[in-house]
Nanobody, 119 residues
Framework: QVQLVESGGGLVQAGGSLRLSCAAS????????MTWYRQAPEKKRELVAT???????NYADSVKGRFTISRDNAKNTVYLQMNSLKPEDTAVYYC?????????????WGQGTQVTVSS
């Protein structure tokens, strides 16, 4: 089991910045990748940024150059630094941990944190 707790969402004006945090606990040694997703109203959940256990990162095209995923291993925390925010970045942001248990890939989710960008 992995528990994830997100924080750092809020209301910001377009062009502003926010940093989201995702604190992980439990069987974190099984984590293969940490990923941030987001879901806007009436839209499908989409991948924003991901980091493998080896440190490889990938980003959605819509956030490349503006968002940065990072981690602090000592704190078991993953961050999403979001700069130059746009109204279309408004969504609930979810932290996801993918763990390998035997031959199975298990997903764990945080509760989500709301990000609202005003124009």
């Amino acid at each position: 089991q992995v528990q994830l707790v997100e924080s750092g969402g809020g209301l910001v004006q377009a062009g502003g910045s926010l940093r989201l945090s995702c604190a992980a606990s439990g069987s974190i040694f099984r984590v293969a990748a940490m990923t941030w997703y987001r879901q806007a109203p009436e839209k499908k959940r989409e991948l924003v940024a991901t980091m493998s256990s080896g440190g490889t990162t990938n980003y959605a095209d819509s956030v490349k150059g503006r968002f940065t995923i990072s981690r602090d291993n000592a704190k078991n925390t993953v961050y999403l630094q979001m700069n130059s925010l746009k109204p279309e970045d408004t969504a609930v942001y979810y932290c996801n941990a993918k763990t390998l248990q035997g031959s199975s890939l298990i997903n764990y989710w945080g509760q989500g944190t709301q990000v609202t960008v005003s124009s």
